[in-house]
């Protein structure tokens, strides 16, 4: 079954149907036996069928996973009503996504294609996305030292956190020369690199239950090729949704970037933005669910090739707590104000657009306390 929540409709079962009735929206979503593995999931062959309807202003976003048909009538009513249609893979990976044409300021993207051109603008964008991500990394493994009880373990994550600390530190002393010296892009990158190496590292010593059923030893991606990296790569992907629709908001072109390289079909400012949220969103809740057992090995299977992926009951287990997750409020340090989560990415995407302007001296990542 699709799942709404936070105003976006999320279809994950394959062969789903989205067709248009004046201004609603008719999903029909096939019923297989629970135990059919993904490859005879097909349309036809369905044993029963659920509907769905739903007013087209209920809706912000739609993301359709693996093979869904959604008709050209009902994407017009969606781009007669600003929602965006987003086709992922079944592993979450972005393959396009279908809007209106933009209402945004254009004046607002040419200062940001020009910045993305200067190299200095670049390093000093790059450098304070890179420290928001290394001190929230830094801040989830400082939790977890206070919340074990084992001295190796603390031990362990006392030297990963000084050691990001360092890395911390080592970037603060940069110079405003330094950053118009050719190759500081290219060092800042490699200090994200370390520090990301430096944190996964000490990540399975954040979890406290699962451990053998979520054993971690290092990032793999398209395919994830055990639990922990198919939980993560997926909760990566619905975070990269929320920066691709809090970019565009605010006008800015979530496809030119400043820390990650441009390439084709690449939301490199989405994957900027999204930097600072992955250890405290994503990698948290991941964290939160294998150690409250809301997850666990039943919820995935290893497909031919050793790719691991989830059952729907997992898929739909995962949707349920992010939804949930960006429901809850959290005070912006900034701005000083309460906000539900889900509101954080469309702050950072403005306070990014402002340094573009010349606003504000320095984009200021967000670090939650």
């Avoid at 999931?41 to 093979?67: M, N, V, Y």
């Avoid at 987003?86 to 294609?113: C, I, K, M, P, W």
């Avoid at 362990?156 to 600390?165: F, N, P, R």
């Amino acid at each position: 079954m699709p799942e709404i929540a936070q105003n976006t409709l999320y279809l994950t079962t394959p062969g789903s149907h989205v067709a248009r009735d004046h201004l609603t929206l008719q999903i029909e979503v096939p019923v297989y036996p629970a135990d059919w593995p993904p490859e005879q999931r097909q349309r036809d062959a369905a044993t029963d069928w659920r509907k769905l309807s739903i007013p087209i202003h209920h809706l912000e976003s739609l993301c359709a996973f693996g093979p869904v048909t959604v008709t050209p009538p009902a994407l017009d009513l969606c781009w007669e009503h600003g929602v965006a249609v987003n086709f992922l893979s079944e592993f979450g990976h972005l393959q396009a996504r279908l809007t209106g044409v933009a209402d945004t300021s254009v004046t607002l993207r040419r200062v940001q294609f020009r910045a993305a051109d200067v190299p200095a603008r670049c390093a000093a964008i790059a450098r304070q996305i890179v420290a928001g991500k290394i001190q929230n990394a830094r801040n989830s493994l400082l939790r977890a030292a206070r919340e074990t009880d084992s001295t190796s373990e603390r031990d362990s994550l006392g030297a990963a956190t000084e050691a990001l600390a360092r890395q911390l530190q080592d970037l603060g002393r940069w110079p405003p020369a330094a950053l118009v010296q050719p190759g500081a892009l290219d060092q800042i990158r490699g200090a994200e690199g370390m520090a990301a190496q430096t944190y996964f590292e000490a990540f399975h010593l954040l979890l406290k239950q699962q451990r053998s059923d979520f054993a971690f030893a290092t990032r793999s991606r398209r395919p994830p090729r055990d639990r922990i990296n198919c939980l993560l790569s997926f909760l990566y992907a619905l975070v990269r949704h929320d920066c691709v629709s809090a970019l565009t908001c605010a006008g800015l072109d979530p496809f030119v970037g400043f820390l990650h390289a441009d390439r084709p079909n690449r939301p490199s400012l989405a994957l900027d933005l999204m930097e600072e949220f992955r250890p405290w969103l994503a990698d948290r809740l991941a964290v939160t669910l294998i150690n409250r057992q809301q997850i666990g090995r039943d919820h995935f299977h290893e497909r031919e090739g050793g790719a691991v992926e989830f059952t729907d009951t997992g898929r739909r287990l995962v949707l349920k707590a992010y939804q949930e997750r960006k429901q809850e409020n959290l005070a912006h340090p900034l701005l000083e104000q309460n906000l539900r989560l889900a509101q954080m990415p469309f702050v950072q995407a403005r306070i990014l657009a402002r340094h573009l302007r010349g606003d504000i001296a320095d984009y200021v990542p967000l670090l939650p306390k």
